[in-house]
């Protein structure tokens, strides 16, 4: 059925990867932060926030990234626009590995690639005017030449976000938190970049203000045609803005789906548990609910062969031998579980 | 929803010129601070003072006067005499110009150097970090005076070489200040923001990190700038700063040392020393307020 869409009507359905129409693909890509012991000797502990990870991002999607706190999706997130060096793997944008720029070929390369963080308290220098927070994108860059071309530029981005121009003189902290994010986005959307990583973008902020900030993000993606990866723990916000869904545990993937596929039939047993946690209000719905034991593991000792195993419900003994690998299931969907049966 | 409107009125009407010159700004905000405004005022009463030393002066600071030793002070002078009979309040007043000049530019050249060294160290990190840092705690490890003395000792006694030497061994300090900061300024998200924007390591240094630090910079050179007048007073007790006649506070009161009985040798250089350094400090808590005011 899906094969029966014409290419180009739609960007949703298409799963073979075409490398015309990938702008990010993440190969093999793992992340490990070195724990300093208190020996003088070098010990090899390591954290294992992100490992073996792969996926590709098409050209104009919105890519989801949601998981559980501790499963690696902020430093994948990070590395994807170079804010950290992955330990192993590639991350090719464009066809090109952002590992193989030096300092100043990643420089310019960053006009291609924004990023919005959680905290938009946090994410704005408070020394700073909204205006010069803006313009400075643009002066790094050389988008505009002279001051007066900057300021206008800035005033048109901040009524782009939906504050007025006259906010540019205003400090940080004279704003509420969605205003800052307005701030926040007018920035990372400054250079005009095809690619942005939303961190997290509302969960930081007041329900009632969530949506405005959401729906502001599906506007500027719309126009702008930007190719988004979005990283959340919120799986209604996923619900609304992603095409496709990746979900993390304990730094590996388990499952990456089209967005409504991924919520009306979760293949995997995490994504099972994970759908089945979030509140609905149909009461014979809520009787399913399938309640994980225990905590996530450990980062620093994940279990041998498949890191859920610990909590899944469906585990047998040849969980523990091999890390199953993250496999095709279908045209849409592909799934890391050996329990093959489970997935119907 | 009052508060809401009324506050998006005041927005509204009379908004700030876009790019004010930000250094008359900042004046305009000390000099608006009350107690900057008094701190300032006494700094440039006494920069004034030291500018016009030889026309407000009483008296020459050096001529000696053996009938008039260790006078007390009265109407005649007003701040008394010193062991050789010259006159406290003039020494003072010529003193000024060494003390104010050792004070300033030592402190200066610490704060410029030691901050520059601390922010590359705090944000570079790893091996430049390393061994920047080992290096200024190999002069830490040594006494201050110790090092400052070396250093006139190597490059020979005379003011400027004073003030390299203050300047030096003021260096280390401002640098740990600063790196320490840095290290954990770093990890806020807003210069993380600014590196995702390509900007370059010394911009992002000058323009994310350092406003950041700037104000406990302030604030703890200050506090140096006290010790630099006591440093320069050791150094001329040994005959390494000022040579002598030429009077500076600091070699007044370690001279009034010896002449216990005689109190205002030591009160009034003392006294002098106490207002500089207070009047530098209530400017510079005002300037930290000024330039702090836009986030607080």
């Not at chain 2, 040594?142 to 061994?169: K, Q």
Request: some cysteine.
């Amino acid at each position: 059925m899906l094969y029966a869409v014409p290419a180009g009507l739609s960007l949703r359905g298409w799963n073979m990867p075409d490398q015309f129409n990938v702008l990010l693909e993440v190969r093999n890509v793992r992340k490990f932060f070195g724990v300093r012991g208190k020996s003088v000797l070098p010990t090899a502990k390591y954290v294992q926030a992100v490992n073996e990870v792969n996926f590709s991002v098409r050209r104009g999607e919105v890519f989801s990234v949601v998981g559980e706190s501790g499963s690696g999706k902020t430093t994948l997130g990070q590395m994807l626009i170079r804010l950290l060096d992955p330990s192993d793997g590639e991350i090719m944008f464009d066809g090109v590995d952002l590992m193989t720029l030096d300092d100043q070929q990643m420089r310019r390369a960053r006009k291609r690639m924004q990023i919005i963080f959680q905290d938009p308290y946090s994410s704005l220098n408070p020394y700073m005017t909204v205006g010069d927070a803006i313009g400075e994108v643009l002066e790094v860059h050389g988008i505009t030449k002279t001051t007066a071309e900057r300021d206008q530029r800035v005033d048109d981005l901040l009524e782009t976000v939906g504050l007025r121009s006259a906010t540019s003189v205003r400090y940080p902290h004279e704003f509420s938190g969605g205003q800052r994010q307005r701030i926040a986005i007018a920035r990372a959307i400054a250079a005009n970049p095809e690619f942005l990583v939303a961190d997290e973008p509302v969960s930081a902020l007041d329900v009632s203000v969530q949506a405005q900030i959401l729906n502001l993000i599906s506007d500027l993606r719309a126009s702008m045609g930007l190719t988004m990866v979005f990283i959340s723990h919120d799986l209604a916000v996923v619900r609304h803005i992603a095409d496709r869904v990746a979900v993390m545990y304990l730094g590996r993937i388990m499952e990456i789906a089209d967005v409504d596929e991924f919520f009306d039939r979760p293949l995997h047993p995490y994504s099972q548990a994970l759908l089945s946690a979030v509140p609905t209000p149909d009461i014979r719905r809520s009787k399913q609910r399938q309640v994980l034991s225990g905590e996530i593991a450990s980062p620093m000792s994940p279990p041998s062969g498949c890191v859920f195993r610990t909590r899944c419900p469906h585990a047998i003994e040849a969980c523990a031998g091999v890390v199953p690998p993250l496999e095709l299931k279908s045209a849409t969907r592909s799934s890391a579980c050996i329990r093959d049966d489970l997935l119907k | 929803m009052s508060v809401i409107s009324s506050k998006a009125v005041t927005l509204g009407k009379a908004e700030p010129k876009r790019r004010q010159n930000r250094l008359l700004m900042t004046l305009r905000g000390v000099f608006s601070h009350r107690l900057g405004m008094i701190g300032g005022t006494v700094i440039v009463f006494l920069v004034i003072c030291a500018l016009l030393a030889s026309v407000i002066a009483p008296y020459s600071p050096f001529t000696i006067n053996y009938t008039a030793i260790l006078k007390p002070p009265s109407l005649e002078y007003w701040f008394g005499t010193d062991e050789l009979g010259r006159d406290i309040l003039s020494r003072i007043l010529y003193g000024s110009q060494a003390s104010l000049q050792v004070m300033a530019m030592s402190i200066a050249g610490a704060l410029v150097i030691g901050s520059a060294v601390g922010l590359v160290a705090g944000y570079l990190g790893g091996w430049v970090d390393e061994v920047i840092m080992r290096v200024v705690d190999g002069l830490l490890s040594f006494p201050a005076i110790v090092l400052a003395l070396a250093i006139v000792a190597a490059l020979g006694p005379s003011l400027t070489n004073a003030i390299i030497a203050i300047a030096v061994v003021n260096v280390p300090d401002f640098a740990r200040l600063v790196r320490g900061q840095v290290v954990a300024i770093r990890r806020y998200e807003y210069v993380q923001a600014a590196k995702a924007i390509g900007m370059s390591p010394a911009r992002l240094m000058w323009r994310h990190v350092w406003p950041s630090v700037r104000g406990s910079v302030i604030i703890y050179s200050t506090l140096k700038a006290a010790q630099a007048i006591i440093t320069e007073s050791a150094l001329s007790f040994l005959g390494l700063g000022v040579q002598p006649p030429w009077p500076t506070w600091g070699s007044m009161l370690s001279t009034a040392m010896r002449y216990g009985d005689s109190w205002w040798m030591s009160v009034f250089p003392g006294l002098a020393i106490f207002l500089t350094v207070l009047a530098l400090n209530l400017l510079g808590d005002a300037l930290r307020d000024v330039l702090d005011a836009t986030t607080n």
